[in-house]
C-alpha cells in the first residue's frame, strides 16, 4: 500500500512538472540601440506583483498575462520610460486573450515606442508560445 502511495505521488509530481513545462506563456521581442532582448511572461492572478525589465538605460517594458479568472483573461504591455524622479508611462496596449499569433509578428504586430527626451526608438512585438 506504501509503495502504491509513493508511485502516485511520483506520477502525480512527474504530471506536475510536464505541465509546467508546457504552460503558456507571452514573448516579446524587445529591440532598442541595435540589441534584441526577449522578455517572457507566465500567467499571474495579479497584475500588481509584475515587475518592470530594463531596456537600455532609458525605457522599462512590462507585461501582464492573466488567464484567469476568464472575465479578467487579458495581456496587457506597458512602457515606462526611466526618469530620475520615477518611471512615466509612455505606452500602454490590451490584448484580449486567447490571442492568436499571426505569420508574422505574433498576436501584437510590430510596436514602435519613442523617448520622449532622447529621441531613441523602442520596437517590440509579442506572441504566444
Not at 506536475?16 to 514573448?27: D, G, I, K, T
Not at 531596456?55 to 512590462?62: M, P, T
Not at 492573466?66 to 496596449?93: C, F, M, W
Request: hydrophobic share 40%; net charge neutral; proline share 5%.
Amino acid at each position: 500500500m506504501a509503495r502504491n502511495i509513493k508511485h502516485f505521488i511520483f506520477s502525480a509530481s512527474l504530471l506536475a512538472l510536464s505541465s509546467a513545462a508546457f504552460a503558456e506563456s507571452v514573448v516579446c521581442h524587445v529591440s532598442y540601440g541595435g540589441t534584441t532582448q526577449l522578455v517572457e511572461a507566465l500567467p499571474v492572478s495579479s497584475p500588481y506583483r509584475v515587475s518592470p525589465v530594463s531596456i537600455g538605460s532609458y525605457f522599462l517594458f512590462r507585461i501582464v498575462f492573466q488567464k484567469e479568472p476568464a472575465e479578467l483573461a487579458n495581456i496587457k504591455l506597458y512602457t515606462y520610460a526611466d526618469r530620475d524622479s520615477g518611471p512615466v508611462i509612455i505606452h500602454q496596449a490590451s490584448y484580449a486573450f486567447p490571442s492568436t499569433n499571426t505569420a508574422v509578428y505574433g498576436f501584437s504586430g510590430l510596436n514602435f515606442v519613442y523617448e520622449p527626451v532622447r529621441d531613441g526608438e523602442l520596437q517590440y512585438w509579442c506572441e504566444i508560445k
